[in-house]
């Protein structure tokens, strides 16, 4: 169970680094998988801060999709952090 789980979170890394915004229905069927089955590994990569959730693409407020369909996740790819070398004296 928990080697599945890391091979769907690294599928979906992969994909998410190739995409520059999904939605739940979108990862889901790219991945071949029920949005029950996308959507807590999506939430696991945003409790780790790898990726963002946004609002409607579309602007919103029309009322027009599931509320679901509205929300956006993003990649974030953070920046390498410098390295300073020290010197011993």
């Known amino acids: ?3 599945e789980r890391l091979l769907v979170l690294t599928r ?3 994909l998410m680094r190739t995409r520059p915004a999904l939605t739940l229905a979108e990862a889901a069927a790219l991945m071949g998988l029920p949005a029950s089955a996308v959507e807590p590994m999506l939430e696991t990569w945003v409790r780790k801060g790898k990726v963002a959730v946004s609002g409607a693409s ?3 407020g029309c009322s027009g999709c599931a509320s679901d369909d509205c929300r956006v996740y993003r990649w974030q ?3 390498a952090r410098a390295v ?3 010197r011993v004296v």
């Open 1 to 3: 169970m928990l080697l």
């Open 12 to 14: 979906l890394r992969e």
């Open 58 to 60: 579309c602007g919103g």
């Open 77 to 79: 790819e953070t920046p």
């Open 84 to 86: 300073i070398p020290l």
